[in-house]
């Protein structure tokens, strides 16, 4: 058994240092890339090809978009599934909106990285003015760079409440309560259409729980994936 961790928008594999250790006593700690592809589905193969032949599959975000077209994919391979921060809905019309002027925007404008106001939104207000959280969440912009700005930026995610009851492994919906990003109904809506999940709410944290609140999320993770190992 692995355990495969698949990271959100403009994250890199450094997002999860601060748990890889708890993790790895599940197996092989293996990090998705989703740097090339120019949908959810796509990049949910790419992952598929030289992912282990079982594992734990955590997605983040974004990549709870992927995680989710992973276990439909392929249902055989994932043993359990946890889904931190996520939503089944799709892009609202403000974000296609946001997704067209990036579109009309010219390649060559340079890339300078998330802006702190973005970073600073996702964040617990507490957190806000930590400025070493956000240049550690702009650094894994940097380093992704440009082009998976632009790629990632214009990702369709459509809704796929619908497809929900595809999901047949164990499921934690794990959410923050203050989360800017996706709403805790979001995290509610999709909980009870996935067959048979359980939810999970961490007080006192914003969208990026693996970064504000590690130590928590594991408290939470830990014990609900040794028992479905």
Known sequence: MAILLVPGFMADETLWDDMVPALARFGPVVHADLRHDTSVEAMARRVLETAPPTFQLVGFSMGGYVARAIARQAPDRVRALVLISTSTRGDTAALQKRKGAIGNAAPSIAFSG????????????????????IERIRAMGMRLGGEVFRRQS????????????????PTLVVA?????????????????????????VIADTGHMIPLEAPARLLDVIVPWLAAHA
């Open 114 to 133: 998330l802006s702190r106001t973005a970073v600073a939104t996702s964040l617990h207000p507490k957190e806000r003015d930590n400025e070493a959280l």
């Open 176 to 200: 923050a309560e203050n989360d800017q990003l996706r709403s805790l109904a979001d995290a509610q809506e999709m909980a009870a259409a996935i067959p048979g999940a359980t939810l999970a």
């Open 154 to 169: 214009l990702l369709d995610r459509p809704g796929d409440l619908e497809r929900s009851g595809e999901i047949r492994c």
